[in-house]
């Protein structure tokens, strides 16, 4: 029996990698210092995983910044727009790395990044490869060879990380028409042979190779592309053992493929899709030599493991093939979980002791291992974990009978409002008074380096909660008064009081914990740190209406509400697996809800529930898709329908595709929706076109990943292209998503512009109006 790791956290134990990177990229230390950094977490992480006995450690699993990426350098899959930089001498290819990601506006250069989108359900974001018909490919970045050998004189023997052919390129977009990307899979093999021949001669003798598409439904095109694939690479070498990975769902009906495919192990994500075991044991794969890799661990949650559930698992595996055949290991690499619950000191104890982080997983799989092989010694640990689950499973602080209840009696007149919306909207009108185009922002406003530093001091205590407030509140008035001096319409308070859009609520809702160094990647240097929820949810009391309160105080014009929806507040959380998800999401739009009509009761006439994970938030498979879809859209209208109907509710979503689950947006109801379009040129809101969505929207006019100012006329341009497609009367002005990962300057100019072309909009559809 061997253990297994399919990736570790790249960041480092305190967020090293972010420092380095941010402080690389200021000018404000080199390269080499970069490098150093990135060597040291590489070798803590392979030391650490060599000293918990782990036999099978990746390498290849750090990044600087995203591994896709990565794997574009290795393939040389390089936009053109890059190319003057390739041919630089002396360029390094970290920076080249760093200018695909993230733009390159310097020495004469303006290029831009290349997209960004989510990795399958989770909240990491990879970056897209570009692709061409009949692109060429060839072996250029030696990063993997490179890690290899560090790893191997650290005293490692590394089992490379891969990301594999097909998923490669089924994580790409076509940049031009007439061709699918699968078809490049003929010239982009010769570069992958040529990388395993390199690595055979390293010695390497076992390679992961991760296919997470095997988890999604495939065409016959991309299933026959795996085959094809897996039976050219399989003749590369007999020396090297292909350990095939998918994860996040089961295989489905690409699991006969998979088993006949001519690689020596499949990793198994048992704790999303338990049943596929059953399902392999139930063939004659017994009669063949393949492993199998149990991914017994949740790489994606930060419960403490339930070993006698795994140890069921790995016997009745080990029952139908015997122990030399199987690998323990987590579901997937443990990239999306914190690195080490020890350096939480101030959870606690009774909840810190139900849960595991990367380095506890590590020493779980290890555990298992112990436990299934009859070690001596490992029966205490089964005591200890029993211990610990059965405190977790009757502890009282988990369940609260009236919020049960709560959830039980929710109606289905709960989840409507008063009025259809043709009738809310007059009554909106009639009260707010709004333009023709009326402007708006999405919420942040620039989270600058003071503001955190002034929260950190709090946190510290060097600080009173009372300066504290002083200094946000100052920030909130500066604010308002420049969205009035720009004329914007409605108005937003700019969240400088919040950390995080999701935290923030966690923080102040029961049934929740937060730690202090929970931090997980996000997108290249930026992470964020999950609230995790272990118990029943419910507000305590109102968590935002003092401050927008406030905000409204100052002005005349309308205040936006600015709250998180029930469905991202769970989806960007830590999740109980002791309940189904939904109902800890109607827990959470309950609280919402309640938020909501206090919001309404301190007088602020337009709130905006924000769902920016609702899409993320879909089962990847797409014979789940309708049930999650039904709740999802009924949390969120729980948690936005106790209003009146003169009280305008607003949604956000920003991230996302919408063509195929544009009916259910258009079922969530909101009066007012805005969208990110600008990067696609609002081509986005062709669903909402096609479709005739009914209620009014805000497609977004500008990229707030970017520091760019967008001109006047660009945005008028976007507005027009929008105006030909939808109703001018239900069209609003806005950006793309929140500014608070943008400077100040760059912010005012650009929503100086965005408002003026906001009135030329008005002034020409005046004339057509009229
Ligand atoms: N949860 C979540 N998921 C999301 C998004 C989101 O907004 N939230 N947006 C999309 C992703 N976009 C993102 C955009 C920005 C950041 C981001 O800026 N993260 C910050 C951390 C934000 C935070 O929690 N800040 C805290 C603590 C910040 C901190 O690092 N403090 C310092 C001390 C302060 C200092 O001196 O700077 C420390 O602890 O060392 C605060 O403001 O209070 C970062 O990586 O730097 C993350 C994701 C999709 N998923
Ligand atoms: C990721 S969506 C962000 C919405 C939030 N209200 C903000 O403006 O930051
Ligand atoms: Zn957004």
């Known amino acids: 029996m061997f253990t297994n790791i399919l990736g570790y956290p790249r960041i480092g134990g305190h967020r090293e990698l972010k420092k380095a990177c941010e402080s690389y990229w200021a000018g404000e230390s080199t390269l080499r210092d970069l490098q150093l950094t990135a060597k040291e977490i590489r070798r803590h992480n392979w030391l650490l ?59 004469g250069y303006d290029i831009t990044a290349m997209e960004m989108t989510k990795w399958f359900d989770t909240n990491y974001h990879y970056i897209v490869p570009e692709f061409y018909a009949n692109q060429q490919f060839n072996l250029l970045s030696d ?37 699918h990307r699968i078809d490049l899979l003929k010239n982009l093999l010769p570069v992958y042979k040529k990388l395993m021949q390199q690595l055979d001669e390293l010695n390497i003798r076992t390679i992961q190779f991760d296919e997470p598409y095997l988890s999604l439904n495939l065409t016959d095109a991309e299933r026959k592309g795996v085959v094809y694939t897996y039976n050219e690479l399989s003749k590369v070498t007999p020396r090297i053992s292909i350990l095939l990975a998918s994860y996040f769902e089961c295989y489905g009906e690409n699991l006969t493929t998979v088993l006949g495919l001519p690689v020596q192990t499949i990793h198994l994500d048992l704790v999303r899709c338990s049943s ?22 949740d790489g994606r949650n930060i ?57 506890q997983k590590v020493e779980e799989v290890v555990a298992l291992k112990q436990l299934a092989t009859n070690a001596a010694g490992a029966a205490a640990l089964l005591d200890e974990n029993k211990q610990a689950i059965a405190s977790r499973r009757t502890s009282p602080l988990i369940h609260k009978t009236h919020v049960k209840e709560r959830v ?61 407030n002083t200094a946000i ?79 409204q105080s100052l002005t005349n014009r309308p205040m936006k509400g600015m709250l998180t929806g029930p469905v991202t507040i769970l989806q960007w959380s830590f999740v109980r697996d002791d309940q189904p998800r939904e109902t800890t999401t109607m827990q959470i739009a309950l609280a919402i809800r309640d938020e909501v009509s206090d919001l309404e009761k301190a007088g602020i006439k ?56 544009i009916d259910s947006i258009a079922a969530m109801d909101a009066d007012v929706i805005t969208i990110e379009t600008s990067r696609s040129q609002m081509e986005l ?28 006329q660009e945005m008028e341009q976007l507005l027009q292209k929008a105006a030909d497609v939808i109703p001018v009367e239900h069209l609003w002005v806005n950006p793309d998503c929140g500014l608070k990962t943008r400077k100040w300057p760059e912010t005012k100019q650009a929503l100086q512009n965005m408002v003026e072309a906001a009135a030329k909009a008005r002034a020409k559809a005046g004339v057509v109006v009229a």
Not at 99 to 105: E, F, K, S, T
Not at 279 to 289: E, G, H, Q
């Open 303 to 359: 419960w403490k493991n339930d070993f006698e559930n795994s140890l069921k698992l790995i016997q009745k595996a080990v029952a139908a093939i015997g122990t030399d055949r199987i690998m323990i290991a987590p579901s997937c690499s443990l990239l999306h979980v914190p690195c080490d619950l020890s350096f939480e000191t101030a959870l606690p104890a009774e909840i810190k002791n139900w849960l595991s982080f990367a380095k």
């Open 606 to 661: 337009v709130i905006q529930i924000d769902e920016p994970a609702i899409r993320e938030g879909l089962p990847l498979r797409k014979e789940n898709w309708a049930a999650y879809l039904q709740w999802a859209v009924k949390a969120f209208k729980v948690s936005s329908c106790s209003v009146e109907d003169s009280t305008q509710i607003h949604t956000h979503m920003c991230y996302s595709e919408f063509n195929d689950i």
């Open 473 to 551: 509140k100052a920030s909130t008035e500066t604010c308002v008064r420049m969205q009035e001096e720009l004329n914007i319409d409605v108005l937003v308070h700019g969240e400088f009081e919040r950390n995080d859009m999701v935290e923030y609520f966690g923080e102040q809702l029961e049934g929740y914990v937060f730690t202090k160094n929970g931090w997980v990647q996000s997108y290249g240097s930026r992470c964020v740190k999950p609230p995790v929820i272990f118990g029943d949810v419910e507000r305590k009391a109102p968590m935002t209406v003092e401050w927008t309160s406030y905000a």
């Open 49 to 107: 995983q060599q000293q918990a006995g782990i036999d099978l450690i990746p390498c290849n699993d750090f990044s600087f910044y995203d591994q896709v990426l990565d794997m574009c350098l290795t393939v040389s899959a390089i936009p053109e727009r890059f190319h003057p930089l390739v041919e630089q001498q002396q360029f390094p290819e970290t920076d080249l790395l760093f200018a695909m990601a993230r733009g390159y506006q310097k020495d």
């Open 276 to 297: 596929q075991l059953d399902d392999i044991l139930a063939t004659d794969f017994a009669k063949s030599d393949k492993k199998l890799s149990l991914g017994v661990i």
């Open 408 to 468: 039980a009696a929710i109606t289905d007149a709960d989840a409507h409002r008063n009025s259809v919306f043709a009738s809310r909207r007059q009554q909106q009108q009639a009260l707010l008074k709004l333009p023709l185009f009326p402007t708006t922002t999405i919420g942040s406003f620039p989270q600058t380096a003071d503001i955190r530093q002034l929260r950190a001091q709090l946190k510290k205590g060097s600080i009173t909660l009372e300066a504290y």
């Open 685 to 712: 809101l062709d669903a909402f076109a096609d479709f005739k969505y009914p209620n009014e929207i805000g497609p977004g006019v500008y990229d707030i990943h970017s520091p760019r100012v967008p001109t006047v």
């Open 143 to 179: 990063k993997i060879v490179n890690e290899c050998r560090e790893a191997i004189q650290a005293g490692i023997q590394p089992k490379p990380v891969i990301l594999g052919p097909v998923s490669f390129l089924l994580c790409g977009k076509e940049k031009e028409e007439g061709f």
